[in-house]
């Protein structure tokens, strides 16, 4: 049985224009409806996968069969975005330039600023938050850890609040310095309107804070490829997907 961690595509982020276009798309997904305007730019800016091509996988090394569904991608099956098609501006256009700040204050446009001409790993959390959060954000400082010094360089962390009423920059400086944040792991919150627009670009918006995703994306902005994870998969299989989101198959 294939694993439960799918396909960055249009779909799994929730970019719903994207999967009419496209034959490579997540196993298990359902795609949400009502997605139009800039999500059309990405769609076709996106090199369709032929009908009955064969899927890339990216598979991390070693034996995978005794660990369970949920924890890692044991089969992530890639897309490319706008990127590699070289239109950076439509994976700006999708992503948007939403302006967030954060954990010290300081404002960065979301494509241009924390995504563009790097790798990116981006998840959901918020700092009283009594569930998953305090977990998955220690998986990612292992995760941190492992990358090293590229971190802060060719690679950025993302973690954005889904509860930016309360999430100040103030609160999730305090939140990250628990877990040893390095520079280049940015803890982002904003206005609940923007923090609201890049959510739902990514599939991140949810009812309340304690609904929300506990999902991992994993992006190659150069390339355009994305996977997507869970934020408590084991680190090293994190990072081999980090190491190898691009490689063509």
Not at 29 to 43: N, S, T
Not at 114 to 131: D, E, H, P, S, Y
Not at 215 to 222: E, R
Request: with cysteine; aromatic share 6%.
């Amino acid at each position: 049985m294939r694993s439960s961690v799918l396909v960055i595509g249009a779909a799994v982020l929730g970019f719903a224009a994207c999967a009419a276009g496209l034959t490579a798309v997540a196993i298990g997904i359902e795609v949400a409806d009502g997605l139009g305007g800039a999500e059309q730019g990405w769609a076709t800016a996106v090199k369709p996968k032929p009908s009955g091509a064969p899927a890339r996988e990216v598979k991390p090394a070693g034996d995978r069969e005794s660990v369970g569904e949920a924890e890692f991608a044991a089969e992530a099956e890639t897309v490319r975005g706008p990127e590699s098609a070289g239109d950076g501006e439509a994976a700006a256009k999708y992503f948007t330039n939403t302006e967030l700040v954060d954990q010290h204050g300081r404002p960065h446009r979301f494509y241009d600023g924390l995504i563009r001409g790097r790798k990116v790993l981006i998840n959901f959390a918020f700092t009283t938050c009594k569930g998953v959060c305090p977990g998955m954000t220690a998986n990612l400082a292992r995760v941190q850890k492992r990358l090293g010094a590229r971190v802060g360089k060719e690679i950025s962390i993302l973690t954005i609040t889904v509860d930016p009423v309360n999430d100040t920059p103030a609160a999730l400086a305090k939140f990250a310095a628990k877990f040893d944040a390095s520079p280049g792991w940015y803890f982002l919150t904003g206005t609940p309107e923007n923090v609201a627009t890049v959510l739902g670009r990514l599939g991140g918006l949810a009812k309340t804070p304690d609904e929300h995703a506990s999902a991992l994306l994993i992006g190659d902005a150069s390339s355009g490829y994305w996977v997507k994870t869970v934020a408590t998969s084991r680190p090293e299989d994190i990072v081999y997907l980090v190491d190898h989101v691009a490689d063509e198959r």
